[in-house]
Each structure stands twice: as C-alpha cells, then as structure tokens.
T-cell receptor, first 115, second 114 residues
Framework: AQKVTQAQTEISVVEKEDVTLDCVYE???????LFWYKQPPSGELVFLIR??????QNEISGRYSWNFQKSTSSFNFTITASQVVDSAVYFC????????????FGGGTRLMVKP | GAGVSQSPSNKVTEKGKDVELRCDPI?????LYWYRQSLGQGLEFLIY????????KSGLPSDRFSAERTGGSVSTLTIQRTQQEDSAVYLC????????????FGEGSRLTVL
C-alpha cells in the first residue's frame, strides 16, 4: 500500500522567513514518482515539481527547493524568503510506476505567510 | 477557456437527492480524473479515464457514485441518493501525458448535502 504523510497540518510564518514543508512517503515499489502541488485560495491545484525515485539530486527553482532523501523516504519542500503570495495549501503526492497519473496525496499543509 | 472547467461551482442539495457534477477538460487531454477533497483532508482518488479504455473505478466509495465520459471529452460524475458524508469538494483534472504526473485541475465543485 502507498501512503503519503504530511505531519504539519498548518504552518504560520512571517514574510521573508524560510519555511520547510515535510513529506514522508511509504511504498514497496522501487520505481515511483513524487510530486508537490500548490492549492491557492482559488482552489485550483497547481503542479510544482515531479521527481523520480532514481534521481536524488536536490532541485532549486527560484525561491523553491526540494530535498529528496530516499534513505528516510522524505521529499521536503523549502520556500526561501517567503512571501504573502506563497500562502496556500501544499500537497505532496506519490505515483507508482506505470500507474497512469493516479496520485496518492498527503493530507496537505496549510501555509500562512503574514506580512 | 484554456483550463479545466467544472460546474456547478457550488451545489447544495438535500439528503437523498441525486446530483450531477460536470467537468470539461483541457482540449486534447486524453486523461481525466476525479478526486474528492473533504474538509481538512487530502485528495481522495475516485475514478480515472484514459482515452477509450475502460475507466479505473477503483476509488469510487460506493455504488451510489458513477461517472461517464462522453466522446472522450466532457465527464459527468453522478452521486445518487446523496448522504451528508458526500459533502466535499469534487475536483476534476486532466492531463495530456498519462505518465508525467502533471495534472491540470479545475477549481472544483463544492457539494453540500443537508
């Protein structure tokens, strides 16, 4: 069975602070994919990143960075110098290989960035 | 519009009534998904359509739930004899490539069953 756990249900930071959103996953597959999606107040989920299980290189995209640690089954997401516009619910998700795009989502972390 | 369109955006119904939720995917996207997001919960997979293949219905919670996709485009999710626990936001997503994991989501249909 697959499972994604986002232990932080809600995080509140002040603008310009760095914040890390945790994601821990469980799978018996050797090949799998991990994702982060952002859900702003409008409700529409927006794709942020995909990472496959063979690529443990960390990735940076502007103020966003992702740390994939296979040894601890974690795929954490860090926002540097947070901004009010980063306020949203962030979902981590897992997909099995050859499973189409059926994703198993975590419960989400609500991030509130205060000015 | 260019994105995934869902209607209605809000639906309030009485327990026992049937409801239909509609999803218009991005043109050219062959895959379509329905997810359910209950208050404070993550997204729960419901059903997946890929091209002309038989849909994967493994996530439907009961036989009161059904979905169809006509002409490989618009999809309708039907909930019969609604119950209060069906209250949730129903999200539709589509994708062009079934393997990238990049789903394009609509804004959802919020269903409230009184």
């Amino acid at each position: 069975a697959q499972k994604v756990t986002q232990a932080q249900t809600e995080i509140s930071v002040v603008e310009k602070e760095d914040v890390t959103l945790d994601c821990v996953y469980e799978t018996r597959d050797t090949t799998y994919y991990l994702f982060w999606y952002k859900q702003p107040p409008s409700g529409e989920l927006v794709f942020l990143i995909r990472r496959n299980s063979f690529d443990e290189q960390n990735e940076i995209s502007g103020r966003y960075s992702w740390n994939f640690q296979k040894s601890t089954s974690s795929f954490n997401f860090t926002i540097t110098a947070s901004q009010v516009v980063d306020s949203a619910v962030y979902f981590c998700a897992l997909r099995r290989n050859n499973a189409g795009n059926m994703l198993t989502f975590g419960g989400g972390t609500r991030l509130m960035v205060k000015p | 519009g260019a994105g995934v369109s869902q209607s209605p955006s809000n639906k309030v119904t009485e327990k026992g009534k049937d409801v239909e939720l509609r999803c218009d995917p991005i043109s050219g996207h062959t895959a379509l998904y329905w997810y359910r997001q209950s208050l404070g919960q993550g997204l729960e997979f419901l059903i997946y359509f890929q091209g002309n293949s038989a849909p994967d219905k493994s996530g439907l919670p009961s036989d009161r739930f059904s979905a169809e996709r006509t002409g490989g485009s618009v999809s309708t999710l039907t909930i019969q004899r609604t119950q209060q626990e069906d209250s949730a936001v129903y999200l539709c997503a589509s994708s062009q490539d079934q393997n990238t994991g990049e789903l394009f989501f609509g804004e959802g249909s919020r269903l409230t069953v009184l």
